[in-house]
């Protein structure tokens, strides 16, 4: 028998503070697609149930939109099982009326499904039920024991609150998978002799603080054993590369080298560079510029020039010049190096009547 742990869909995102409009909303459309994809997957795999371990949606007041297509995506697989639990950013499906039978939710008391030898247990938080979750999970010693919970894991003994799961009191609780959704990358790690905690992460990174493989875990019941796998499955993946460009000073060839180091990176994912490394006075570095090349590749660039200026104070000690006396001038400021070498760069482009960075 199959399973499908997801968690953190976050459908319905503003994603407006990192990508344009008309791509905020493609994007906003690409999470929906994603799920549905999984979806597919699922029945393809002739899964039993997907559980969903929290945040559905990204804010309690979700538009209609959304949350009706996210209803027609499960009716539209009427042979599979949804189990749904809400999260701290969205609000309980299970106050919600007129939903598909094969959408299953969870309540403030412990609600458990059952499959064949398997069962689901699950529990949404509230300031009310977290200090007592933990005495009320009996589970049946031999049956096969799935728990789902939405929150920061806490590895230490701690006085129970809302959004955190304490591992210690789950210890010994015939608990075979702990599903956990929260963190939005995957995560796995021993519970006790017995079973596993994991975050499956997010199915899509929406920001720059989400690189890295995104996906779902899949999971087999083979008679009392959980075998569980996980399996990238994000439409793009979010990159964050740093490029040291020490010593160049030709803009071309820090091109060059940036798009060297992104070679192997596909086509319409989501890249931040992070210029670094100390370059000369002279060097000509234009983020703006770079940002619009890696724009023509990829669904959402960002470049941020990170680097420092490599200056001996001695070599503008004695000349006559504007360019000197501002440099000194801010040597012997009390700015830190990374604001000396920013204002030093806009001051000497400046001076060279070029453009002046936004960034």
Same mark, same amino acid.
């Given at each position: 028998?199959?399973?499908?742990?997801?968690? &953190?869909?976050?459908?319905?995102?503003?994603?407006?503070?990192?990508?344009?409009?008309?791509?905020?909303?493609?994007?906003?459309?690409?999470?929906?697609?994603?799920?549905? /994809?999984?979806?597919?997957?699922?029945?393809?795999?002739?899964?039993?149930?997907?559980?969903?371990?929290? &945040?559905?949606?990204?804010?309690?007041?979700?538009?209609?939109?959304?949350?009706?297509?996210?209803?027609?995506?499960?009716?539209?697989?009427?042979?599979?099982?949804?189990?749904?639990?809400?999260?701290?950013?969205?609000?309980?499906?299970?106050?919600?009326?007129?939903?598909?039978?094969?959408?299953?939710?969870?309540?403030?008391?412990?609600?458990?499904?059952?499959?064949?030898?398997?069962?689901?247990?699950?529990?949404?938080?509230?300031?009310?039920?977290?200090?007592?979750?933990?005495?009320?999970?009996?589970?049946? $010693?031999?049956?096969?024991?799935?728990?789902?919970?939405?929150? !920061?894991?806490?590895?230490?003994?701690?006085?129970?609150?809302?959004?955190?799961?304490?591992?210690?009191?789950?210890?010994?609780?015939?608990?075979?998978?702990?599903?956990?959704?929260?963190?939005?990358?995957?995560?796995?790690? !021993?519970? &006790? &002799?017995?079973?596993?905690?994991?975050?499956?992460?997010?199915?899509?990174?929406?920001? #720059?603080?989400?690189?890295?493989?995104?996906?779902?875990?899949?999971?087999?019941?083979?008679?009392?054993?959980?075998?569980?796998?996980?399996?990238?499955?994000?439409?793009?993946?979010?990159? /964050?590369?740093?490029?040291?460009?020490?010593?160049?000073?030709?803009?071309?060839?820090?091109?060059?080298?940036?798009?060297?180091?992104?070679?192997?990176?596909?086509?319409?994912?989501?890249?931040?560079?992070?210029?670094?490394?100390?370059?000369?006075? $002279?060097? /000509?570095? #234009?983020?703006?510029?770079?940002?619009?090349?890696?724009?023509?590749?990829?669904?959402?660039?960002?470049?941020?020039?990170?680097?420092?200026?490599?200056?001996?104070?001695?070599?503008?000690?004695?000349?006559?010049?504007?360019?000197?006396?501002?440099?000194?001038?801010?040597?012997?400021?009390?700015?830190?190096?990374?604001?000396?070498?920013?204002?030093?760069?806009?001051?000497? /482009?400046?001076?060279?009547?070029?453009?002046?960075?936004?960034?």
């Amino acid at each position: 028998m199959k399973f499908i742990h997801c968690a &953190d869909l976050h459908l319905d995102s503003a994603l407006d503070s990192m990508l344009a409009k008309d791509k905020a909303r493609e994007r906003r459309r690409e999470l929906l697609d994603t799920f549905e /994809r999984l979806a597919e997957r699922a029945r393809e795999e002739q899964v039993a149930a997907v559980l969903i371990a929290g &945040d559905i949606f990204d804010e309690e007041k979700v538009t209609v939109s959304a949350k009706n297509h996210f209803l027609k995506i499960v009716a539209r697989y009427p042979e599979v099982d949804f189990l749904c639990l809400s999260g701290n950013h969205d609000r309980s499906l299970s106050k919600e009326g007129d939903l598909p039978a094969n959408l299953k939710t969870f309540g403030e008391k412990w609600t458990c499904y059952t499959y064949g030898e398997v069962d689901i247990y699950g529990i949404e938080q509230t300031e009310e039920n977290c200090a007592l979750l933990y005495d009320s999970l009996f589970t049946d $010693k031999s049956k096969v024991n799935l728990v789902t919970l939405h929150g !920061q894991i806490i590895e230490s003994r701690s006085t129970p609150a809302v959004d955190t799961v304490i591992l210690p009191m789950l210890k010994s609780k015939n608990i075979d998978y702990l599903a956990l959704g929260h963190i939005h990358s995957y995560r796995k790690g !021993q519970l &006790d &002799d017995r079973g596993v905690f994991c975050y499956s992460g997010c199915l899509e990174g929406r920001g #720059y603080d989400e690189t890295g493989k995104k996906g779902y875990v899949m999971l087999e019941i083979c008679g009392n054993t959980v075998r569980s796998t996980f399996v990238p499955f994000a439409k793009r993946e979010i990159h /964050r590369v740093k490029v040291d460009v020490s010593g160049l000073e030709d803009g071309f060839d820090v091109e060059k080298k940036v798009f060297t180091h992104l070679a192997l990176l596909e086509n319409g994912d989501l890249v931040r560079v992070e210029l670094e490394g100390a370059v000369g006075s $002279k060097a /000509r570095i #234009y983020p703006e510029d770079l940002e619009k090349k890696l724009k023509e590749r990829f669904f959402h660039a960002r470049v941020k020039n990170n680097t420092t200026l490599k200056i001996d104070p001695e070599e503008y000690r004695e000349e006559m010049s504007l360019k000197g006396a501002f440099i000194r001038k801010v040597l012997a400021s009390d700015l830190s190096k990374e604001d000396q070498a920013r204002v030093i760069r806009q001051g000497l /482009r400046a001076l060279s009547g070029e453009e002046v960075e936004e960034h």
